[in-house]
């Protein structure tokens, strides 16, 4: 089993910068695709960005240039790295595992960003 806790949110004033972390346990193979998601009141959960096992990331265009995704060597922890916010970045903010080989999903609990103007 795979469990993951984020770690990081907070409040922070529009323009400012957080890291959101992820720390991740059990059976993490080197086929899982990492990613951040986030999900605003009355708003569906959205991809925010993804790290493949080769390392390759891809952005969604409201964060591209804003933010970065990283992991460490270890695969331990997955990071988030995001500047430049904005109060509409406000949201839950989640970690998230994807096992492409057969589907299966992994999530945190989340950690809540909040961005003031």
């Known amino acids: 089993q795979v469990q993951l806790v984020e770690s990081g949110g907070g409040l922070v004033q529009a323009g400012g910068s957080l890291r959101l972390s992820c720390a991740a346990s059990?059976?993490?193979?080197?086929?899982?695709?990492m990613g951040w998601y986030r999900q605003a009141p009355g708003n569906q959960r959205e991809l925010i960005a993804r790290i493949t096992p080769g390392g390759r990331t891809s952005y969604a265009d409201f964060v591209k240039d804003r933010f970065t995704i990283s992991r460490d060597n270890a695969w331990n922890t997955v990071y988030l790295q995001m500047n430049s916010l904005k109060p509409e970045d406000t949201a839950v903010y989640y970690c998230?595992?994807?096992?492409?080989?057969?589907?299966?999903?992994?999530w945190g609990r989340g950690t809540q960003v909040t961005i003031s103007s």
């Open positions: 059990g059976s993490i193979f080197r086929v899982f695709v």
């Open positions: 998230n595992v994807h096992n492409d080989l057969n589907g299966a999903d992994y």
